[in-house]
């Protein structure tokens, strides 16, 4: 009597042996750490520093209070949690520092806005001969162009450009922010809350319609060579401290 080989029973639940295995929250908070105190050695010592001073204000308060216990069981999450967001902070300016200099970065750091706000990936306007580039972001405060290069060069590339918008939308308020490290401009940093701190002008409705207005109109420009905002992307595991 022939038997015919058995099928095999299906294991629901368990992924393919060639599927790749995220990263745990422990394993991304040390990937966070490790590039961090790379950027910054002394990392360890301030976060270690923060988290003693909540102890050291705990033991204070417990004994103002005569509550030693338990002000210590409150300090020390509460130290953990303080040295995380040091961590955090920390961490946004390595994952910047990795990133300033290079073609595309203030595109690559305008990646950090939330929702809200419609941004375009590749530059609205390019010198090719300087690779001087204007960034274009809009959002409730109007029309965000945000230069990248030296202010004097990249200053007149952006008047360029705000004068066609404002042939094209008279009625939107352009704004510009100049992105870099030199008098008067803005650190990459500091780019995202430089713009989410200009006061609104439009609805959200009225963003939108602007968004479209603007992507039917507006050709897209050949991207010269070394400029790839795409490539450089700043960590985001790092920019939110996990």
Request: hydrophobic share 40%; glycine share 8%.
């Amino acid at each position: 009597m022939s038997t015919s080989p058995q099928p095999k029973k299906r294991r629901f639940g368990r992924k393919p042996a060639g599927a790749q295995k995220k990263p745990g929250r422990f394993a991304q908070m040390k990937q966070v750490f490790s590039m961090t105190r790379r950027h910054d050695p002394m990392v360890v010592w301030v976060m270690l520093a923060v988290f003693l001073g909540v102890i050291a204000v705990s033991l204070v308060v417990g004994l103002l209070i005569n509550n030693i216990i338990t002000m210590v069981i409150i300090g020390v999450p509460l130290g953990v949690l303080a040295a995380l967001v040091v961590l955090s902070r920390k961490a946004e300016r390595a994952a910047f520092g990795q990133i300033e200099g290079q073609p595309g970065a203030a595109g690559a750091a305008l990646s950090t806005l939330k929702r809200g706000w419609i941004v375009e990936e590749q530059p609205v306007a390019v010198d090719p001969r300087t690779k001087d580039t204007v960034f274009r972001v809009v959002g409730r405060p109007g029309i965000i162009l945000i230069t990248e290069g030296p202010s004097h060069r990249a200053r007149r590339l952006a008047d360029t450009e705000r004068k066609r918008l404002t042939r094209l939308l008279p009625n939107v308020a352009v704004h510009v922010i100049e992105s870099g490290r030199d008098e008067g401009q803005v650190p990459l940093p500091k780019l995202s809350r430089s713009i989410t701190k200009l006061k609104p002008q439009l609805t959200r409705q009225e963003v939108g319609a602007v968004g479209k207005r603007l992507s039917s109109l507006a050709p897209r420009l050949p991207i010269p060579k070394g400029i790839d905002p795409t490539r450089a992307r700043p960590d985001r595991r790092a920019l939110r401290g996990r």
